[in-house]
């Protein structure tokens, strides 16, 4: 599988993204023109590369390659709604997103690893796939054997930093989250223009 190797931050100032979104904390660093001599000679951004930068935002935040972003966009694009919001809220409803939703995981990324080495079930069910697509009504919890674990111990533990969003339930007496309602675009927490996307793809 092809992994995109560059600095996290580094790429999220290219797109014009907070670390945050990301699950990652930025140190403050100075921005003088002496160490970005760059910075004030940037041309200005073609409507295409405008276009193109959204879409690859979307894509690095979800951790999506460009087969299968493509895949949700057509699957999105043959669904009833509005193309853009259905292509998001697809994508929030991905397993690895949820784990990180739940705050099971720090990061997408390691939401992403923990569900490729078995560590979540679904309805019970073990599921190493962090493309899965929960619905409403389905639980997603921490496999048992995994729960003695202390990296999950401190994770199903912590509250002070768990912030859920209103789609998703999270029990922490059970250490587990249930879907409550399919996500809706005012869920999506970081800036994005989706029409952009559409137009790109409408090309």
């Not at 929030?92 to 990061?107: K, M, P, Q």
């Amino acid at each position: 599988m092809a992994k995109n190797m560059q600095p996290i931050v580094k790429r999220c100032r290219a797109l014009g993204i907070s670390p945050a979104v990301m699950g990652y904390t930025e140190k403050s660093k100075s921005t003088s023109t002496k160490r970005n001599p760059g910075a004030q000679r940037r041309a200005k951004k073609s409507e295409y590369a405008i276009q193109l930068n959204e879409k690859q935002k979307v894509k690095f935040i979800y951790g999506i390659l460009e087969r299968q972003f493509r895949a949700y966009y057509e699957k999105a694009e043959r669904s009833a709604g509005v193309t853009g919001e259905v292509l998001l809220t697809t994508i929030e409803r991905r397993l690895d997103n949820v784990i990180y939703r739940l705050g099971l995981a720090n990061t997408r990324k390691e939401a992403r690893q923990l569900v490729n080495h078995g560590h979540f079930t679904v309805d019970g069910h073990k599921c190493n796939i962090p493309s899965f697509l929960v619905k409403p009504g389905m639980t997603i919890g921490v496999k048992e054997s995994s729960r003695s674990l202390p990296k999950f111990k401190a994770m199903m533990e912590a509250d002070s930093f768990r912030n859920v969003p209103k789609w998703l339930d999270y029990d922490a007496n059970k250490g587990e989250g249930k879907v409550v309602a399919m996500p809706a675009r005012d869920d999506i927490d970081f800036e994005v223009a989706e029409h952009l996307i559409v137009e790109l793809y409408s090309k």
